[in-house]
C-alpha cells in the first residue's frame, strides 16, 4: 500500500503569528492586511526582513532584505521586532493540533511539518478531505493560514505545499509529476540552491523538467553526489519516512552589531558584548531554552572577520553565563585591531541539560529568578524600563531584543 505524506507549512508564519498575537491583545489593524514585515526596529530601521505580508510583497519587499532597502520601497512599511516566543507558542499549538490526526508528525522546521495519513484514512475521510478539514481547523481555532501538500512521500508532499498559496490544499502525487512538478523553475526545486541553479542554468537546465530529462552521468560529473541527488527529486523519488522527530524549533539564536565607532578599547568591547548577551539571552529565556555552545565573531576596520566557538560541558541561559563564555572568547580572538562588527551566537539548544555545579561557586538561582524578572518587566513595559548601569555609562546604545544583521535563525534541516 502506497504511504500518504502531507505537508503542512504556515503561510507568512512570522507575520501571521505575529498578527493573530496583536488582534488577540486587542489591536485593531491585522498586519496581514497593510504593507508589514517582521524584522527589527522601525525607528532605527536596523535588522533584516525576516517575514512580509502580501501587501508588502506587492512592493518588491524580500525576506533577507535589509529594512533600509525595504523602507525605500514603501515608505509607509510598518515593521515590528520579532518576539520568538509567540511563534514558538504558536507552532507548538499547531504540532498538538495535527497530533490529533496522526501519532507521526515529524517537524522540519517552525512553522512546517510533515504528517503520516497512512491506515488514518477510515478515521478521518480521504486525504484531500481530511487535509482541508485540518486546514479549516487551524485557521478557526488558532487563527492563521496553511498550505497543505499531499502525495507518497515527503519531497512530493512539500514541493506540492508549495504550488499556489495561500491557504490551499494541493495534491502532487507520482502521476503528476509531469504536470505540476516539471514546468517549475529549477531553482525551485527542493535542494537547488543558488550555487547549484547557476551551475544548471549554465548548461541550458531552467526548468525541473529539463533536469529530469538531463543524462545522470553528466549531472554526476558537474555537481558529484548532488547531481543524483536533486535528479531523483526532478522524478519525484524520495525514501525517507516520516518520524516523530522531536528537536528544536529553533536552531540557534544570535544577535549582532555594527558599531557607530571603531572599538579601539577593550572595556567598550565588552559592553557590547554585554548587551549583544542580554538580548540573545532574553530571546533564549522566552522559549524556555538553555544553549550548549557559545560563538562570538569580530569584524575589524579593516573587513576582516574572526570568529570561535566553545561547547560547554553543561547548558545556560543567565545573561551573566552568556556573557562570561563570550568575554572568554573575546579574549582569545582579539589582537587590538580596531572592531567595526561584533556578534554573539547560542546554539545546541536544549530543554534540559544536566548542569555543573561547582562547589566553590554555587549556582545562585537568585541570579535567574533576577533575569526572568527582567525579561518580564521588558515584555511588559518596554526594552527601555530597565538597563544595567555600566551600558547607561558608556556609548553602548540599547540592544537588547534588536535584531542584527545576522538575525534570521537557522532553523531547517533536510529531509
Not at 503542512?8 to 507575520?15: M, R, Y
Not at 536533486?230 to 519516512?241: E, L, M, P, T
Request: charge should be neutral; proline fraction near 3%.
Amino acid at each position: 500500500m502506497s504511504r500518504i505524506i502531507f505537508h503542512i507549512d504556515v503561510n507568512s508564519a512570522f507575520l501571521s503569528w505575529e498578527a493573530v498575537n496583536r488582534l488577540q491583545h486587542g489591536e485593531t489593524i491585522d498586519l496581514r492586511e497593510i504593507p508589514s514585515i517582521v524584522g527589527g526596529d522601525q525607528k532605527k530601521r536596523s535588522g533584516i526582513v525576516l517575514a512580509k505580508s502580501i501587501p508588502a510583497k506587492k512592493f518588491g519587499i524580500k525576506t533577507a532584505q535589509t529594512l533600509v532597502d525595504a523602507f525605500k520601497l514603501c515608505p509607509q512599511l510598518v515593521s515590528v521586532s520579532p518576539r520568538y516566543h509567540v511563534y514558538t507558542k504558536a507552532s507548538k499549538a499547531m504540532m498538538a493540533l495535527l497530533r490529533e490526526y496522526s501519532p507521526s508528525v515529524e517537524i522540519f522546521s517552525i512553522d512546517e511539518c510533515f504528517l503520516d495519513y497512512t491506515s488514518v484514512e477510515h478515521l478521518f475521510g480521504s486525504p484531500v478531505e481530511a487535509a482541508t478539514a485540518i486546514k479549516e481547523r487551524i485557521k478557526e481555532e488558532l487563527g492563521f493560514t496553511v498550505n497543505i501538500g499531499i502525495s507518497t512521500n515527503k519531497l512530493l508532499a512539500k514541493m506540492g505545499s508549495d504550488l499556489k498559496k495561500p491557504d490551499r490544499v494541493h495534491t502532487l502525487f507520482p502521476n503528476q509529476v509531469q504536470e505540476k512538478l516539471w514546468p517549475l523553475q529549477v531553482a525551485d526545486l527542493f535542494m537547488v540552491g543558488r550555487s547549484t541553479e547557476a551551475k544548471l542554468l549554465q548548461y541550458g537546465i531552467y526548468t525541473v523538467g529539463d533536469l529530469a530529462n538531463t543524462d545522470l552521468a553528466f549531472l554526476q560529473h558537474i555537481l558529484k553526489s548532488h547531481g543524483e541527488l536533486i535528479y531523483n527529486f526532478a522524478w519525484g523519488r524520495d525514501v525517507s519516512i516520516v518520524g516523530d522527530v522531536k528537536y528544536n524549533l529553533v536552531k540557534s539564536i544570535g544577535n549582532s552589531t555594527t558599531i557607530p565607532y571603531d572599538i579601539t578599547e577593550r572595556l567598550d568591547a565588552y559592553n557590547y558584548m554585554l548587551s549583544l548577551s542580554e538580548s540573545v539571552g532574553m530571546r533564549l529565556r522566552a522559549i524556555e531554552m538553555r544553549a550548549c555552545v557559545v560563538a562570538i565573531h569580530i569584524k575589524t576596520n579593516g573587513f576582516n572577520t574572526v570568529q570561535k566557538q566553545h561547547k560547554l560541558l553543561y547548558s545556560i541561559s543567565s545573561t551573566n553565563e552568556i556573557y562570561k563564555e563570550a568575554k572568554k572568547l573575546f579574549d582569545l580572538l582579539w589582537d587590538g585591531t580596531p572592531i567595526r562588527h561584533l556578534g554573539v551566537r547560542l546554539s545546541y539548544l536544549q530543554e534540559e541539560l544536566p548542569r555543573q555545579v561547582y562547589l566553590w561557586e554555587p549556582e545562585d538561582e537568585k541570579v535567574e529568578r533576577l533575569d526572568h524578572t527582567i525579561d518580564d518587566l521588558r515584555e511588559r513595559f518596554g526594552k527601555e524600563i530597565i538597563s544595567r548601569a555600566s551600558l547607561i555609562r558608556t556609548r553602548v546604545h540599547a540592544m537588547s531584543g534588536g535584531v542584527g544583521d545576522d538575525e534570521y535563525p537557522n532553523m531547517r534541516s533536510l529531509i
